[in-house]
């Protein structure tokens, strides 16, 4: 899922949008999401705690599989994330996170960017990542 809003002026404004965006993903069942906080507006320590504590809680109970991330351009706002992703850490996340610096490649490992689609790149797919020659086996083993 990759839902769009328009830049955020005001902090204030940013609980709003970060509630609307976990109604989507539980309405649209979404299991993969991408967040583009490269314009994301100054953390204030208020707006910090309420991310912490009220909107990350949440996001881990959502059912999401998989989290891309486009971290933010300011500094500033990169060390409260960097920091969200550290206090993470202590406990298990229920789903797999990536950090990216541009939308291309946090689009290409969302969409498994890596599966053969031509009939060239089959002949290669002996060469693809373990994990993706895993998972094609699994599901050839499903589908018999």
Not at 61 to 67: E, K, P, T, V
Request: aromatic share 8%.
């Amino acid at each position: 899922m990759r839902p769009w809003h328009q830049a955020i002026p005001n902090p204030q404004d940013l609980p709003a949008v970060l509630d609307k965006l976990l109604r989507q993903v539980h309405r649209h069942a979404a299991h993969q999401l991408l967040l583009n906080l490269e314009g994301l507006p100054l953390l204030n320590p208020e707006l910090q705690k309420l991310v912490q504590l009220g909107w990350l809680p949440r996001l881990r109970r959502s059912g999401l599989r998989r989290l891309a991330l486009l971290l933010p351009t300011n500094p500033y706002n990169r060390g409260v994330i960097e920091g969200f992703l550290w206090l993470a850490a202590t406990e298990p996340l229920p789903y797999e996170v990536q950090y990216f610096a541009n939308l291309a490649e946090a689009l290409d490992w969302l969409t498994d960017a890596e599966l053969p689609t031509a009939e060239a790149d089959w002949r290669r797919s002996w060469r693809t990542p373990a994990l993706l020659r895993a998972r094609q086996l699994r599901w050839r083993a499903e589908a018999k």
